[in-house]
């Protein structure tokens, strides 16, 4: 059963980008995915978009398929729990780990907040502005 709607039938939700980071040295990063969850609606999702060329401008080494792999788990984590006991309790612990700070190449951002009546849309919509590479 889903909460109530607020005003509107707007709901809050929270959201992460993925940011790869091929020199953690460096700390430099380029948004390749984005992870978004609406506990009233019970909504968790991520997608990604990962572009060779912005990630080769900062580290023309990187491993593109690394990168890859690492952001294609986070949306598979968001579809399927898997793991520990603890990582499966619900949609709520998934999006906590999934978003816990980490040294990996490709890690989480901080959390920010907002309210939508579609999810799904927004995660589009959030995705376009802040992840796929300009027009």
Do not use: K, W
Not at 101 to 119: C, D, F, K, L, N
């Amino acid at each position: 059963m889903s909460a109530p709607a607020a005003a509107g039938g707007r709901h809050a939700f929270v959201y992460a980008t993925l940011r790869a980071v091929p020199r953690v040295d460096r700390g430099e990063f380029v948004n390749v995915g984005l992870i978004l969850y609406c506990q009233a609606l019970e909504f968790l999702q991520a997608s990604v978009v990962v572009d060779p060329v912005r990630l080769r401008a900062i580290a023309p080494d990187v491993d593109i398929d690394a990168v890859r792999t690492s952001a294609d788990a986070v949306v598979l984590a968001c579809r399927n729990p898997v793991g520990l006991a603890r990582e499966n309790e619900g949609q709520a612990v998934r999006f906590g780990m999934l978003t816990a700070p980490r040294s990996t190449v490709v890690q989480p951002s901080p959390v920010h907040a907002g309210m939508t009546a579609h999810p799904g849309r927004t995660l589009a919509q959030l995705l376009e502005r802040l992840v796929a590479p300009p027009a």
